[in-house]
C-alpha cells in the first residue's frame, strides 16, 4: 500500500518567503526538536491527541501526538507536548494519518527503522551534494500494515527503546560530569 493512501504529506510552511505573513511570536520547530521527540522523554505525557480539524491559519503548527518527518535527515518523530505549537517549516511535513488502520508510533517506527522501507528511500533520494527525500518520493513509498494490535506493540516497543537510549546517554553525560567535578577536587 503506498503512503498517500492512509498518510495526507502536509509539507510545512515556507518562511524565506517575505510575502507571506506569520505570527512573529511562533517558534519554529528544528531538527533539534525532533531530534529531542524522537528520545521519547514525553512518553508519560498526559496531553491527549488532538484532532486535525484546523484552519488554514494554524495548519502549519506542530501538535502533540502528531507525526512530522524531516525531508533533510529522513527521520520521523511524534511532536511532544513541549514542542506542540510550533510552526512546522519546509524541511518537515506533517504525516497526518487518514484512516485509523495505521497507528501513530508503528509509522514513526516503520520510517526510521524498517528495512523496507530505509531501502526504499535509499534508492529514491534525490541530490548530488545533499542528498534528501521529495514529498513526492516520501508519499510513493510502500508500506505493509500489520494487524493494529501488532503495530500498536511494535510502536511503542520501538518509543520505549528511544527512551532508554536517550535516558542511558543522559545517565553517561551525568556520570562523566560527576567524575570530571571528583578529578577538579583532587587536583586542588
Not at 39 to 58: C, E, H, Q, T, V
Amino acid at each position: 500500500m503506498k503512503l498517500e493512501d492512509i498518510v495526507t504529506v502536509k509539507i510545512g510552511r515556507n518562511l524565506s518567503r517575505g510575502n507571506e505573513k506569520y505570527d512573529p511570536t511562533l517558534v519554529a520547530y528544528t531538527y533539534e526538536d525532533l531530534t529531542n521527540d524522537l528520545d521519547g522523554l514525553f512518553l508519560d505525557s498526559k496531553a491527549s491527541i488532538s484532532n486535525r480539524n484546523s484552519s488554514d491559519k494554524d495548519s502549519y503548527l506542530s501538535r502533540y501526538g502528531e507525526v512530522v518527518f524531516s525531508f533533510v535527515s529522513s527521520k520521523a518523530t511524534l511532536v511532544s507536548d513541549v514542542n506542540q505549537g510550533k510552526i512546522i517549516n519546509q524541511n518537515f511535513a506533517n504525516l497526518i494519518i487518514k484512516h485509523q488502520q495505521l497507528d501513530h508510533s508503528y509509522l514513526c517506527y516503520a520510517l526510521n527503522e524498517s528495512y523496507s522501507m530505509k531501502k526504499q528511500m535509499a534508492i529514491s533520494m534525490q541530490g548530488s551534494t545533499v542528498r534528501k527525500l521529495t514529498p513526492a518520493i516520501l508519499k510513493s513509498l510502500d508500506m505493509k500494515l500489520p494487524s493494529m494490535e501488532k503495530q500498536q506493540m511494535i510502536g511503542k516497543a520501538y518509543l520505549n527503546l528511544k527512551k532508554r537510549q536517550a535516558l542511558a546517554k543522559k545517565q553517561t553525560e551525568l556520570e562523566e560530569q560527576l567524575y570530571l567535578e571528583a578529578l577538579k577536587k583532587l587536583e586542588q
